[in-house]
């Protein structure tokens, strides 16, 4: 999150514009907002729109008691992929 300039002491930030890509499927552009689970300290979560159901995937909220995450950072961007049961999906920012 401090790569994309999120601060974890703020519970919501404003949605970030990135390319989604879902596993075995469609791409493009989509907005996510990340969100500190504060109360229940749980650590942050995804937050979509309805857009995301036209790719395909049938939840707007990832969390990491649900999901597994994995952020890679390369030099001119960062990537971070959220599986669950069922579907898979990268995020580039």
Excluded at 15 to 40: A, Q
Excluded at 72 to 83: A, Y
């Amino acid at each position: 999150m401090l790569h994309l300039g999120l601060r974890l002491d703020k519970h919501k930030h404003k949605p970030v514009e990135c390319k989604f890509r879902k596993h075995g499927g469609g791409s493009g552009l989509i907005l996510v907002t990340f969100r500190n689970d504060v109360h229940s300290h749980q650590g942050p979560y995804l937050a979509f729109d309805d857009t995301i159901r036209g790719f395909g995937i049938p939840y707007d909220e990832f969390k990491p008691a649900w999901q597994d995450f994995y952020f890679s950072k390369e030099e001119d961007s960062c990537s971070l992929t959220c599986k669950g049961k069922g579907y898979a999906f990268d995020l580039t920012f």
